[in-house]
């Protein structure tokens, strides 16, 4: 487990600088002790309405944001970490409700990272949907 | 023939982004739809950003754009429209969005089976050889007129 240097509170003072992640509403906790970033449910991030279910889009965000914040804690930093890739898998439909990311980094060197992501949310304890993300981090 | 091939813009619209909650809230914009082949713009908005110096695109609305017109591309070469889950969705970000600039997505099916469907899809803010990010994707293909089981994505 790789220590941490930033607390949930200081990531999302970096999460709210952005504004694509503050208009979904996206918040960083870490009472249980992991790091969890919370996409909140709102109707606008659903994909279909029939099924119904959450866009994928929106999940693919999620995962990359919460790939970034988990990085972005065990760096430190103000800023957040260059995404260059990420490879998502979607396991589950997403239901109607928030949906939680938590993250582990894989692998770091100097110039690169490789993150594990999965999703959940509060209805179930199955996995939804997973990602790989990748990373090229700053001199 | 697609059915989707004889509908109007206005008709591909409100299919692809006015139906589709986070479509519309990200304010997609469907150009142009083809054999095989969907052009959809995201167009530049504040709330969309992922830099507020630079001013440039989040990667969150990108690669909805890429997964949303990869997922109906196949649509466009089936006599009868099936409903598509994704499966899996490799996004490589190339580079940053021009300040203040949109993208424009084009797509192109790779391969067409009886319950998969390989997608792969570009994203650039003016020039098609430079691109911002590009996409692979696979596809769930459900029967027409038949439920999807109650665990599949979509």
Known sequence: MTAARLTASEVQQVLDRVPFIRSLGITADDADGPLVIRLPYMPGIVGNPRVPALHGGALASLMGITAQAKLLRVTGGDRLPRVFSITAEYLRSAVLED????????????????????????????????????????? | ????????????????????????????????????????????????????????LHEGPITTLLDTLCGTAALTLMDEPRRTATLDLRVDFLRSAGAGLGVRCETQVISLGEHLTTIRAIAHDGDIGHPVAIATATFALFAPSVSPPAGAAS
Request: hydrophobic fraction near 50%; charged fraction near 20%.
């Open chain 2, 1 to 56: 023939m697609s059915p989707l091939l004889s509908w109007s813009p206005a008709e591909l619209q409100q299919f692809m982004v006015t139906r589709i909650p986070f479509n519309e809230f990200l304010g997609l914009k469907m150009v142009r739809i083809a054999r095989g082949e969907l052009l959809a713009d995201l167009p530049f908005a504040a709330h969309l950003t992922g830099d507020v110096d630079a001013n440039c």
């Open chain 1, 99 to 139: 949906t939680l990311g938590t993250a582990t980094v894989i692998t770091r060197s100097r110039r690169f990272a490789n993150l594990r992501v999965e999703l959940r949310q509060p209805s179930s304890d199955r996995v939804v949907a997973a990602a790989t993300v990748q990373f090229l981090l700053a001199e």
